[in-house]
């Protein structure tokens, strides 16, 4: 039998892709898929980028390069991308409803069906990590490199959490009006930080932050933010209060949590992560029209529709897969970029070359643990992105027999 060549794969590669871009409606909104797949991305390539696991003699603890060089701050702005996410969510979720609605399914049914998609897979990481932390204290590890280790796996379980509930609250927050849940967070930070009240208080806007986007979210569905002008607003409003917050009002300049730090933008969110959120939101409706007339190019849909169907697991097994590689590189020594402290460029530039391995073991991790996302085993049932029949009330049309 004659080897593939290169052209011949290629061909094959595009003739996949064009049944996937012809399997798909015309009137599916590609762009809010190519924003979700860019925000899970995103968070991914942040986390690997500015989490280090660094290990001092036995024991492994969390670094950032952020708590060393400060001055590289502006990779958080361009990779802490939740704010897309839970604008995407708030649309998607606002128009599940309404559809759902329309078509007689009760509240219930609705909200079960998409929770069990966030769920779903979580069953697999939590059954996995309690195995690997028994076998890690029971042969000895100390305890602060196991629950360094656990926090990390266990880390984007907080993100499910506050979406769950927004989504919840689908019903109630779909016509609010998304100033309402900005002067909350204003109001919480103005006591925490002026007038010395509780930094307790602070959890308040973990629920009030998130809500923001994700009502900008709604009135995008309600299709009040189609005009070019929402979007600029957004855009030049939120950087202008973002820059006037880190340069005068004394918040800092990273957009992630860095180890050490005093205050953290994201944990919880503060003023500053809020408005910076506004400025993506604002940059993602602007680019809406330019990526749906780069999703109409096979290729590029193709790959989008991959993100979209493995997001779940991509997101929750980002963290496991680089301390994979990081406890498999334990075995050839201390390895730079991997297990040193990230306090030079030296550093930055060894963990650029750590990327593609991270990414290979999340691939390994994906062909693991993707069909717990659909809650099947591989290869049954149909895709959530592209599939033929009628869609569920609760989620928007698409069409294709085949699992991409």
Same mark, same amino acid.
């Given at each position: 039998?004659? =080897?593939?060549?290169?052209?011949?794969?290629?061909?094959?590669?595009?003739?996949?892709?064009?049944?996937?871009?012809?399997?798909?409606?015309?009137?599916?909104?590609?762009?809010v898929d190519a924003l979700r797949a860019f925000a899970i991305l995103g968070v991914v390539l942040g986390h690997w980028l500015v989490t280090a696991l660094v290990a001092d003699g036995g024991n492994l603890h969390t670094a950032s390069p952020l708590q060393h060089m400060p001055r590289l701050a502006p990779i958080s702005w361009a990779f802490q991308t939740l704010a897309v996410f839970?604008?995407?969510?708030?649309?998607?979720?606002?128009?599940?409803?309404?559809?759902?609605?329309?078509?007689?399914?009760?509240?219930?049914?609705?909200?079960?069906?998409?929770?069990?998609?966030?769920?779903?897979?979580?069953?697999?990481?939590?059954?996995?990590?309690?195995?690997?932390?028994?076998?890690?204290?029971?042969?000895?590890?100390?305890?602060?490199?196991?629950?360094?280790?656990?926090?990390?796996?266990?880390?984007?379980?907080?993100?499910?959490?506050?979406?769950?509930?927004?989504?919840?609250?689908?019903?109630?927050?779909?016509?609010?009006?998304?100033?309402?849940?900005?002067?909350?967070?204003?109001?919480?930070?103005?006591?925490?930080?002026?007038?010395?009240?509780?930094?307790?208080?602070?959890?308040?806007? +973990?629920?009030?932050?998130?809500?923001?986007?994700?009502?900008?979210?709604?009135?995008?569905?309600?299709? =009040?933010? =189609?005009?070019?002008?929402?979007?600029?607003?957004?855009?030049?409003?939120?950087?202008?209060?973002?820059?006037?917050?880190?340069?005068?009002?004394?918040?800092?300049?990273?957009?992630?949590?860095?180890?050490?730090?005093?205050?953290?933008?994201?944990?919880?969110?503060?003023?500053?992560?809020?408005?910076?959120?506004?400025?993506?939101?604002?940059?993602?409706?602007?680019?809406?029209?330019?990526?749906?007339?780069?999703?109409?190019?096979? +290729?590029?849909?193709?790959?989008?529709?991959?993100?979209?169907?493995?997001?779940?697991?991509?997101?929750?097994?980002?963290?496991?897969?680089?301390?994979?590689?990081?406890?498999?590189?334990?075995?050839?020594?201390?390895?730079?970029?991997?297990?040193?402290?990230?306090?030079?460029?030296?550093?930055?530039?060894?963990?650029?070359?750590?990327?593609?391995?991270?990414?290979?073991?999340?691939?390994?991790?994906?062909?693991?643990?993707?069909?717990? =996302?659909?809650?099947?085993?591989?290869?049954?049932?149909?895709?959530?992105?592209?599939?033929?029949?009628?869609?569920?009330?609760?989620?928007?049309?698409?069409?294709?027999?085949?699992?991409?």
């Amino acid at each position: 039998m004659r =080897e593939p060549t290169p052209h011949g794969t290629w061909d094959g590669i595009r003739r996949a892709a064009h049944q996937v871009d012809a399997a798909t409606p015309a009137d599916r909104d590609r762009a809010v898929d190519a924003l979700r797949a860019f925000a899970i991305l995103g968070v991914v390539l942040g986390h690997w980028l500015v989490t280090a696991l660094v290990a001092d003699g036995g024991n492994l603890h969390t670094a950032s390069p952020l708590q060393h060089m400060p001055r590289l701050a502006p990779i958080s702005w361009a990779f802490q991308t939740l704010a897309v996410f839970f604008l995407v969510g708030g649309h998607v979720a606002t128009r599940g409803y309404t559809a759902a609605r329309a078509r007689g399914v009760p509240y219930r049914t609705w909200l079960v069906t998409r929770l069990s998609r966030l769920f779903t897979p979580v069953a697999a990481v939590l059954a996995l990590w309690t195995v690997v932390t028994v076998a890690l204290l029971s042969s000895g590890t100390d305890y602060s490199t196991v629950r360094t280790l656990v926090k990390l796996a266990l880390s984007p379980l907080w993100f499910l959490v506050v979406f769950a509930a927004l989504t919840a609250a689908t019903p109630l927050v779909t016509r609010l009006n998304p100033l309402w849940p900005l002067a909350v967070v204003l109001h919480v930070d103005l006591l925490r930080f002026g007038l010395g009240a509780p930094q307790s208080l602070g959890w308040v806007n +973990l629920a009030a932050g998130w809500l923001v986007p994700y009502t900008l979210g709604a009135a995008w569905a309600r299709g =009040e933010l =189609e005009r070019a002008r929402a979007g600029w607003v957004l855009l030049l409003g939120g950087a202008a209060a973002t820059a006037g917050l880190v340069l005068w009002a004394g918040y800092p300049a990273s957009m992630v949590g860095v180890p050490g730090a005093s205050v953290s933008n994201l944990d919880p969110p503060t003023l500053a992560a809020v408005t910076f959120g506004l400025t993506q939101c604002g940059l993602a409706l602007l680019l809406r029209d330019r990526l749906r007339r780069t999703m109409r190019r096979p +290729l590029a849909w193709t790959a989008v529709a991959l993100v979209n169907l493995s997001a779940m697991t991509i997101f929750l097994w980002h963290q496991t897969a680089m301390m994979a590689t990081t406890a498999t590189g334990l075995l050839a020594g201390r390895l730079p970029g991997l297990h040193t402290r990230p306090d030079d460029l030296v550093w930055v530039a060894y963990r650029l070359t750590w990327l593609p391995v991270f990414a290979l073991a999340l691939t390994v991790c994906w062909t693991a643990f993707r069909a717990y =996302e659909h809650g099947r085993p591989a290869g049954r049932g149909r895709s959530r992105v592209v599939r033929t029949g009628h869609a569920p009330a609760d989620r928007p049309r698409t069409a294709g027999p085949r699992r991409v």
